[in-house]
């Protein structure tokens, strides 16, 4: 296999990895508050995705919808399921040993996908919207994919800024400082967690919405979102919120890479390899350490 | 470590001799369970070594059957080994594999190994659809045809003999005492002078032999493997949720578990796939919720047993 890689097709890489990296950024930010809050890895953070995508999915078919329409709708369906899964479940872990929290959230994981796979079967579905490309010179960008990137950008800064500079917000990133110093200072920190698993799995939501556009949608498609939100995390340095941003562009740019000089087969596991890389040489991630 | 009471002892041998003599008056579909059963056996004991024992979750233990099926297909298709001794090689792969995650992940604490392991089987499954000429990709291997089940009844009750037995010795040696003292508490094990990472990586390498080996027995039973059916996430949940219920951290929890699920997803779940893997997810919530230390957890306490069962 010979083939000769010519600049416009890398820079078609280059602009496929940055729009692949918002949402891969925005969808990890949802895993990194809920870790950030509570050191709680939800491992049910892509089923959660999942479920987005089928909220979009369902919504678009039986009421005939716009499916960028349906974005609030899915966001505020799963932020209920989050709230309600923390409410019931999580809250009991937050202070167990990690092997509580990983094996619960993993349990949930199965629960979500097997519910989905009685609930939806598991055909594959798709929402075929806004299908064809922008074509720029000898660049074609995939419309819908530009869409994603658009609106996960706009999500992604409406995130940093209602952390940045609301009160909820300061809140949340306080209880992420510190538990005991944030409830010394009257935050109400169980209801800090609510907020946070909703927010968490809102964001997860977003990023089903979005790719239910653009991917064969199915009750499988989730679990591969928890382990790459978690390499953005790692890329980016746990606990760092706008490292995400970094580690998702990466993520992108890497796998896009991968696809162009290998196959698409291995672009999977390039962005393993990746992991294993970082964790190796710089395990506090590219940005350091805890700053949030 | 301990020698267990005469009564005990006795009690295993004659346990052991039933197994044994059992195909002599079993029916064909009663010593393949059976074969099914030391397998699970094997596997449950061996997530118990690590995630057990350490309590660093593997969400990918599968990926060590898998490679162990793999080496051993390969070596009997490509290089006419013997079944036996492909099998063995099929855990020294699984340990080289344990030993290449082990090393970047372990050497942290918190929850990165469970998320490499998480990744570890999409990622050789891809790589095993890849290397087409050695794996034969997406059409899988096929093993030339042989009539061993009964060796390999034998093979594999041995595998989750020594798996048992193994778990036995380490709970009840110094090593043992001091996985759990990582588990329990890792930053007062370094202060205590545990080499943490030597340990947590030296528990990895062991729970990846059984696997190994276990997969290449599996793979020749089968005559036919393909990456879909030696990397499935499900064995990986059966093998936690075997260990969740019988017990963590115990001897006799994942041969608990492992018996007592195996015959009731024969029996009853075996029919309703989805309904079978809900049931799995919701049996892992509630055990973590409401009976962390499992069935085996609860008779300690309540008919005080030692804590070495």
Same mark, same amino acid.
């Given at each position: ?292 | ?65 898998? +490679?162990? %099926?793999? &080496?051993?297909? /390969? ?8 079944? #036996? =001794?492909? *099998?063995?090689? !099929? ?95 890792? +930053?007062? %094990?370094? &202060?205590?002078? /545990? ?8 528990? #990895? =390498?062991? *729970?990846?032999? !059984? ?99």
């Amino acid at each position: 296999m010979n083939v000769v890689i010519t600049p416009a097709m890398v820079g078609q890489v280059v602009v496929s990895g940055i729009l692949a990296g918002a949402l891969y950024a925005m969808v990890a930010l949802g895993l990194a508050l809920i870790f950030g809050v509570m050191r709680v890895i939800n491992i049910a953070h892509g089923p959660l995705l999942m479920l987005g995508a089928y909220a979009t999915y369902f919504v678009y078919s039986v009421t005939g919808l716009n499916p960028y329409a349906t974005l609030p709708i899915s966001m505020a369906a799963l932020f209920a399921v989050g709230v309600l899964l923390q409410r019931t479940l999580v809250f009991r872990v937050v202070d167990a040993p990690e092997l509580s929290s990983l094996l619960l959230t993993f349990g949930v994981s199965i629960a979500l996908v097997n519910l989905a796979q009685l609930g939806f079967s598991s055909d594959l579905r798709a929402v075929e919207f806004l299908t064809g490309s922008f074509v720029a010179g000898p660049i074609a960008f995939s419309k819908s994919r530009v869409v994603a990137f658009l609106v996960a950008a706009a999500i992604t800064a409406g995130a940093f800024l209602f952390l940045k500079s609301t009160r909820l917000g300061k809140a949340i990133r306080a209880t992420s400082q510190s538990r005991e110093v944030a409830m010394v200072c009257g935050i109400n920190v169980q209801r800090i967690h609510l907020l946070t698993f909703g927010l968490g799995s809102a964001l997860a939501a977003a990023g089903g919405t979005l790719i239910a556009m653009i991917v064969a949608i199915q009750p499988e498609m989730g679990q591969v979102w928890t382990f790459k939100s978690f390499l953005v995390i790692v890329l980016g340095g746990a606990g760092n919120y706008p490292g995400a941003l970094l580690g998702g562009m990466l993520l992108g740019l890497v796998e896009q890479l991968a696809a162009l000089f290998l196959t698409t087969q291995l672009s999977e596991a390039v962005a393993y390899v990746l992991l294993v890389v970082v964790l190796l040489v710089r395990p506090t991630g590219l940005l350091g350490g805890r700053q949030t | 470590v301990s020698v267990p009471r005469p009564a005990v002892l006795l009690l295993l041998v004659v346990a052991l001799a039933a197994v044994a003599v059992y195909p002599a008056f079993g029916t064909g579909y009663g010593v393949r369970s059976m074969l099914q059963l030391f397998m699970w056996i094997a596997l449950a004991g061996s997530w118990n070594l690590i995630s057990g024992l350490t309590g660093y979750v593997s969400f990918g233990h599968v990926a060590f059957f898998g +490679i162990g %099926a793999y &080496a051993a297909s /390969i070596l009997i298709t490509k290089a006419a080994w013997p079944w #036996l =001794l492909a *099998s063995l090689a !099929g855990g020294v792969a699984a340990v080289a594999l344990a030993l290449v995650i082990g090393w970047p992940c372990l050497r942290l604490k918190g929850p990165y190994f469970a998320i490499a392991m998480l990744g570890l089987n999409e990622v050789l499954r891809a790589l095993v659809s890849y290397f087409e000429g050695l794996t034969g990709g997406g059409f899988g291997l096929s093993l030339p045809t042989l009539q061993a089940t009964l060796p390999i009844y034998y093979v594999m009750g041995a595998v989750a003999v020594a798996v048992t037995a193994l778990t036995y010795l380490i709970i009840t040696s110094r090593f043992g005492l001091r996985l759990m003292t990582i588990r329990e508490d890792e +930053i007062a %094990a370094e &202060a205590m002078g /545990i080499d943490t990472f030597r340990h947590k990586l030296m528990a #990895l =390498l062991l *729970s990846a032999v !059984g696997p190994g080996v276990v997969g290449g027995l599996a793979a020749r039973d089968q005559g036919y493997i393909e990456p879909i059916s030696v990397f499935p996430l499900a064995t990986t949940i059966t093998m936690i949720v075997m260990v969740l219920f019988g017990g963590k951290g115990t001897v006799w929890g994942p041969v608990l578990g492992a018996v007592v699920l195996f015959f009731l997803q024969e029996a009853v779940w075996a029919r309703f796939i989805y309904l079978h893997q809900l049931l799995f997810g919701a049996i892992i919530i509630a055990v973590v919720l409401l009976m962390p230390r499992g069935v085996l957890g609860l008779l300690q306490l309540k008919y005080r047993l030692p804590r070495t069962i």
